[in-house]
């Protein structure tokens, strides 16, 4: 039993376990993944399943053969065939003519990579070499087939059932040829969910009883690769039973035009005005073996100026352009100036945000928009973030992997379906503490377990070495004493902290782990202003059973995991004394009386001794009292009293 845990539902029914999970899957149009959650207990938070080379994206392309008896291939080894002649047999992004007509479908066919053409009634397919007509449902079906033997070989069961996500602006026929494609691949399509729906489930939105049942809104901002969505979803708290809170998709607006692919044009724009005023002779038109290596150099430098705020985009140009030397050309990118050329695309999805958002007005009157979740690849760019921050005037979710998001989704409403019960997918308090890593490993905690939530809690902590510019902060959650016994959450480094000795910067750590139980940390050092913001989410990944080994195993460690702590923290603390009292002492030792200089060499001696045994022996920290430590701590810090009065005088003195 988990203290506080929530009431007797918890860890209910397992209905349908006999059958195998149900699967939730991501039917992108690049990108296709499948999850689990509930599996194989029902406390099991989401995860997604990866292939047999860990792989997680499933590219959502078939190749065929013109020897129809083979095979064709699906996924990764369908993009990367190398051989030129593949292209022509290669059908991607297949989602765009899903349950459409040629007829609606014609805007989008000249974007496609493949041949459309007009199947049985008015149907658009896709046109292979030897004149086959390939249908979107054929296709995608083979993209679900790979994924469910993802799944199988995963678990190690058979996988019959499906959740599966499409976008919220999908009609009937779509949502069909959707059901048709899992049909075909040996799958039953459970339920259909729409896209935002499942983002918004993957972050337990639509499944914490809420206190005052009030309907809550969900504004969902995806943007992928080529498509932007935005979405306004409500959320009707249900009552006590398994699947009764609803949500209801109250308007969608977007471009499907729009996407990450568009910022790579744009940043592959700018390159070439660089490249040519450098002196490379780009022609005009470029040819497409340079505009190729052009994109593919531009969404490098792109998803490396996510993380820096400067990047190198490195184009490989093979022949020579106006008598510039062969290879490859560097141009680098401040961030600036990438956010420069993309801000009329981020403006276009701002757009689009607003629409969707007047048209849910009549809804929204009532409560506004009660949180903002962001999907899709290029959501990681921090302009992009910080400008949807700025539209809903509220920080939106990002702690979910958005590749993943809507597959994690898409998993718990999968979970719920087999008979999962709402409560076990949901922490009402905080069954394991939260905090960080401090000097020499140790767990500093800063929200401790079996709190409610909503929580915050806030710890000061400095530098350990002089001219420190970077600090580690390594989330960790656990009962354990040290950091390595407990798990981390993600590791995160604080940078351009100003040069300082050690121990005079601030750096405060805030964490605040809100309703749906995601953690917001903080690090901001306080005189330079220097600061940092991530999200996780605490949850996921761990088993009700793991908890309660993790707080067996705490209770089982306390006094040992409590005194190597200590020692810890007093290693890390007396070396940045010792390492004061010995520079002081050679510049103003000489000012003190003989027998208080000894009784401070003797102090100092002992506790460098007992650094040098917690350090140096073979036991380590066990081989230390950490009472006999701490008190030749005490000891030194009184008896270097007069060592500091000397070096405020001398400091007085000085002209
Ligand atoms: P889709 O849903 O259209 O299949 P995704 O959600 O997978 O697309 O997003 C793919 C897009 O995200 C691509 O344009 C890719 O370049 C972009 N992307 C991926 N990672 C990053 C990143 N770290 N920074 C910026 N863009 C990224
Ligand atoms: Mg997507």
Not at 211 to 230: K, N
Not at 344 to 370: F, K, N, P, W, Y
Not at 427 to 441: F, H, N, R, Y
Request: proline share 6%; net charge neutral.
């Amino acid at each position: 039993m988990i203290p506080g845990s929530s009431s007797g539902q918890a860890g209910g029914g397992t209905g349908g376990a006999g059958r195998g999970p149900i699967v939730g899957i991501d039917l992108g149009t690049t990108y296709s993944l499948v999850a689990v959650a509930g599996w194989p207990q029902p406390g099991v938070a989401p995860r997604v399943l990866e292939d047999e080379s860990g792989r997680a994206l499933c590219p959502s392309v078939v190749r065929y053969f013109q020897d129809r008896a083979r095979p064709p291939l699906v996924g990764w080894p369908a993009r990367e065939d190398p051989d030129p002649a593949s292209a022509a047999w290669t059908v991607a992004s297949a989602k765009r003519l899903m349950g459409r007509s040629l007829r609606d479908a014609r805007s989008d066919a000249g974007a496609l990579p493949f041949v459309v053409a007009e199947g049985p009634g008015q149907t658009a397919r896709a046109l292979l070499p030897d004149g086959r007509l390939v249908s979107p449902q054929e296709v995608a079906a083979r993209v679900l087939g790979r994924l469910k033997e993802i799944a199988e070989r995963a678990l190690g069961v058979g996988v019959e059932r499906a959740v599966v996500t499409v976008p919220a602006y999908f009609d009937d026929a779509q949502r069909q040829a959707t059901r048709d494609a899992g049909a075909l691949a040996g799958l039953e399509v459970v339920r259909i969910v729409a896209e935002p729906t499942a983002a918004a489930l993957a972050y337990g939105l639509g499944l914490r009883a809420q206190a005052d049942r009030a309907p809550r809104t969900v504004a969902v901002y995806d943007l992928g690769g080529g498509t932007f969505d935005a979405s306004v979803l409500r959320l009707t708290p249900g009552g006590a039973g398994e699947d009764a809170d609803a949500y209801q998709v109250l308007s969608t607006a977007g471009d499907t035009r729009l996407g990450g692919d568009d910022f790579d044009q744009a940043l592959a724009g700018l390159l070439i005005e660089r490249l040519r005023a450098a002196g490379v002779g780009l022609p005009e038109p470029i040819p497409p073996g340079a505009r190729r290596a052009l994109l593919r150099a531009a969404e490098s430098c792109k998803i490396a100026l996510s993380e820096h705020t400067v990047a190198i985009a490195t184009v490989g140009l093979s022949g020579s352009y106006g008598g510039a030397p062969e290879g490859a050309r560097t141009v680098a990118v401040r961030r600036e100036e990438f956010e420069g050329v993309i801000a009329g695309l981020v403006e276009r999805t701002l757009g689009s945000c607003g629409r969707a958002l007047r048209d849910a007005r009549r809804e929204l009157a009532e409560q506004g928009i009660s949180a903002v979740v962001l999907v899709g690849g290029s959501s990681r760019v921090p302009v992009v973030r910080a400008r949807v921050e700025g539209l809903f005037g509220m920080r939106p979710y990002t702690a979910l992997d958005p590749d993943r998001v809507v597959a994690l989704g898409a998993a718990v409403q999968g979970a719920v379906l087999s008979g999962a019960t709402r409560a076990a997918l949901l922490l009402d308090v905080i069954p394991l503490s939260l905090g960080i890593e401090s000097a020499g490993g140790a767990m500093a905690k800063i929200i401790t377990r079996n709190q409610s939530v909503p929580a915050r809690g806030v710890e000061m902590f400095s530098t350990q070495a002089d001219n420190q510019t970077a600090v580690t902060i390594n989330v960790l959650q656990g009962e354990r004493e040290m950091a390595r016994d407990c798990r981390s959450l993600g590791v995160f480094h604080l940078r351009g902290l100003p040069a300082m000795p050690a121990g005079i910067p601030q750096v405060r750590v805030t964490f605040d782990l809100d309703a749906n139980g995601v953690l917001s940390v903080s690090a901001g050092e306080l005189r330079s202003g220097v600061s940092l913001e991530v999200q996780v989410v605490p949850s996921h990944g761990l088993t009700r059973q793991e908890v309660a080994r993790i707080e067996r195993e705490s209770v089982a460690m306390a006094r040992q995991d409590m005194a190597e702590h200590r020692v810890t923290d007093l290693v890390a603390n007396s070396r940045l004394d010792v390492g004061w009292v010995r520079r002081q002492l050679g510049r103003h030792g000489g000012a003190l009386a003989a027998g208080v200089l000894r009784d401070l060499e003797d102090a100092l001696g002992t506790v460098e001794g007992f650094i040098a045994t917690a350090e140096g022996s073979p036991e380590g920290w066990r081989a230390v009292d950490p009472e006999a430590f701490y008190r030749a701590k005490l000891a030194l810090d009184k008896l270097s009293v007069p060592l500091h009065e000397a070096a405020i005088s001398a400091t007085l003195r000085e002209p």
